[in-house]
């Protein structure tokens, strides 16, 4: 099985769906030797803001010479971003190896997993193979009912807020969906509770007391931010000085404590982490489609932002960043969101907003969304395709010497990017 064939067969159409509960990931790896119990966990849920965690706290274990896998989703540019060893994905020919070696175990199953839980399943066997020191272990989607819920107890237990998403899986209130991210504590491990929801917060405690879980919030004040430019943000902090945050957005400073927060439980249970690794793993830290300036001339920034909550900080980024200045938006959703709240806070930073429709098939229509634009008094218009949208944008852009923010669906960003080197 060479590369091709083994993403042909990871996305083929009988691994689809989701499909809550842990049955068949436990059984796969079981069949696989139950790699995830040769391993150490910091596990990762909550609503936004898990993927910059990870990719920090995995830069700075790094950096402090640790050997570090991190399993994240969905995939940006590559599907071998998901499952990285010290920032480096996953080879092609590894990975071609590992899903030969999964494929007649998963067909013997009798209730096939679904994607997911396959390359969940699929990674695990990679981190073990690979003698890993320690996981930076994100959750796909919830927690309880999560596939990466398989680990045992981990180091770490991590959960960076909650907001409503994903609603008609994980419930339509904050406490529902906390009840669900609260599936990850585990007897007696230590959480790291990093929302600001009070009504999320009860129900986590009530989990964390029930499993005899210690509770950590992190230090809000840890941070004093000097500065916030478009190419990097400096903050400081008195136990480690001054530090630069390659991450944009005015919510990274949040992540960034988070992660400092996480580094002092892992100092206690005896991880060896010098200040000047903190500082340069955070100063190497990479992670796309989070506030990031992708072009200089016009600027261009491409933000993830997929629900409510992320449509906020990148709302409050851009005002942070550009003043009262009006940018270009070209932007797509899921019909499954909060679109009309969406376009409602998009409006208030946009001159003119250019609709796709994100290549996923729970997208809503650009021109529907486009219409919505229209209702809050903002000229919209919907494009059929990516190519043609910023195309247009950057021409529009450049006439009038304005920013173009490209908001949205994480599902766009890679055809964004290839449209942009072509125009």
């Not at 007696?188 to 007391?209: F, M, N, Q």
Request: hydrophobic share 35%.
């Amino acid at each position: 099985m060479n590369y091709l064939q083994a993403l042909e067969y990871i996305h083929k159409n009988c691994w689809q769906g989701s499909k809550p509960g842990l049955s068949r990931t436990r059984e796969l790896l079981k069949a696989l030797g139950d790699p995830q119990s040769k391993l150490r966990f910091i596990h990762v849920a909550g609503t936004n803001g898990k993927g910059s965690f990870c990719s920090m706290l995995s830069s700075v274990l790094t950096k402090a010479g640790y050997k570090v896998g991190t399993y994240t989703s969905p995939y940006i540019l590559r599907f071998n971003e998901r499952m990285k060893i010290n920032g480096n994905d996953i080879p092609d020919d590894t990975l071609a190896a590992l899903t030969e070696k999964i494929r007649p175990l998963a067909e013997k199953m009798e209730d096939h997993p679904t994607e997911f839980e396959l390359i969940t399943a699929l990674a695990m066997d990679y981190f073990s193979q690979e003698e890993c020191d320690v996981v930076v272990l994100e959750c796909g989607m919830g927690g309880r009912l999560d596939s990466t819920n398989v680990i045992p107890s981990p180091l770490l237990g991590v959960i960076t807020g909650i907001a409503i998403d994903h609603a008609a899986f994980l419930g339509d209130t904050e406490e529902k969906i906390a009840a669900e991210k609260a599936g990850i504590i585990k007897e007696g491990c230590d959480l790291l509770w990093c929302g600001d929801s009070p009504e999320a917060e009860g129900v986590i405690r009530e989990k964390a007391k029930a499993e005899n879980a210690r509770m950590h919030i992190p230090n809000r004040s840890e941070l004093t931010p000097i500065s916030f430019e478009l190419s990097h943000t400096t903050l400081r902090s008195e136990e480690l000085g001054e530090i630069t945050l390659p991450l944009l957005g005015s919510y990274q400073v949040n992540n960034l404590e988070n992660v400092l927060a996480a580094i002092k439980l892992l100092k206690v249970k005896g991880f060896d982490i010098s200040n000047s690794a903190v500082k340069d793993g955070i100063a190497s830290t990479v992670w796309h489609a989070r506030y990031e300036k992708v072009q200089d001339s016009p600027i261009v920034i491409c933000d993830g932002g997929h629900n409510p909550q992320g449509i906020d900080a990148a709302v409050e980024s851009t005002k942070l960043y550009f003043k009262n200045e009006k940018l270009l938006v070209l932007t797509g959703v899921m019909a499954d969101k909060d679109y009309r709240y969406m376009a409602k806070k998009i409006s208030g930073i946009a001159s003119k907003v250019f609709c796709i429709t994100p290549d996923n098939p729970r997208s809503l229509k650009a021109e529907e969304y486009a219409k919505v634009f229209r209702e809050n008094d903002i000229c919209a218009e919907g494009f059929d395709t990516v190519d043609e949208a910023v195309k247009k944008a950057v021409s529009e852009a450049k006439k009038e010497n304005r920013a173009l923010l490209c908001l949205g669906s994480l599902y766009m960003y890679s055809e964004v990017i290839d449209s942009l080197k072509k125009h």
